[in-house]
């Protein structure tokens, strides 16, 4: 159990950039979530995937964000022609179904846009 | 829609003596789990306890131990015995039961200082 793993730790761009960035969840967890967090808040969640299925995205998630989880394994979060506004930490999260398991978080992207 | 509420944006504590942060939380629903998750500076987040709504009896985890009043909808957190380890920022959130393991909701979070 080599924990969640996210990838890369920080990424610094342009406003009007496209950004990609990569979340490998605990192995066997089938539940992916994605959190964003800004400074001084707490996470906020975006979306979340059973194996390769997503299963809700928050009205945060606007159109310019696509979130996938090909093969129900690892997961990519993209941001289409970034903004001021979506520079933030991104929280990647994983679990097994059960109701009653806890939620492990990898390390987050730091997200700064110029 | 949930909420949850840190009231506390900021706590310090000396070393060794204990502090209790508090949490609230807005549901309609019967049925949810409550955590505390610490998040240390640069470093990734981890769960410190949780408490089932259904359960009466308060968790506790080591040094850590919560006051979860289901009526008042209040789950504070105490940390006996504090050391300079656990300063970092202490999160509150909730999850519903409804359908399996949902997205967490999470208050602002209260910032832990210890001085030694």
């Known amino acids: 159990d080599t924990g969640v793993s996210q990838d890369p730790r920080h990424k610094i761009t342009k406003r009007g950039q496209n950004v990609t960035f990569r979340c490998d969840p605990i192995?066997?967890?089938?539940?992916l979530y994605w959190y964003r967090q800004t400074l001084g808040q707490g996470p906020e969640f975006l979306t979340y995937f059973q194996n390769e299925a997503q299963l809700e995205k928050s009205r945060l998630l606007s159109d310019r964000f696509s979130a996938e989880r090909p093969k129900g394994s690892f997961s990519t979060l993209e941001i289409q022609r970034t903004e001021q506004g979506d520079s933030a930490m991104y929280l990647c999260?994983?679990?097994?179904?059960?109701?009653?398991?806890?939620?492990?978080f990898g390390d987050g992207t730091r997200l700064s846009i110029l | 829609a949930q909420t949850v509420t840190q009231s506390q944006p900021e706590m310090s504590v000396q070393e060794a003596e204990t502090v209790t942060l508090s949490c609230t939380y807005d549901?309609?629903?019967?049925?949810?789990?409550l955590f505390w998750y610490k998040q240390p500076p640069s470093r990734q987040m981890i769960l410190v306890i949780r408490q089932e709504a259904y359960k009466q009896q308060n968790a506790t985890e080591n040094r850590f131990s919560v006051n979860f009043q289901k009526a008042a909808k209040s789950f504070s957190l105490k940390i006996s015995d504090s050391q300079l380890g656990d300063a970092a920022m202490y999160f509150c959130a909730y999850r519903s039961a409804l359908s399996g393991n949902t997205p967490l909701v999470f208050g602002k979070g209260t910032r832990l200082s210890v001085i030694a």
């Open positions: 192995s066997e967890h089938n539940r």
């Open positions: 999260a994983s679990s097994f179904q059960g109701e009653n398991q806890p939620q492990h």
């Open positions: 549901t309609s629903e019967s049925d949810y789990y």
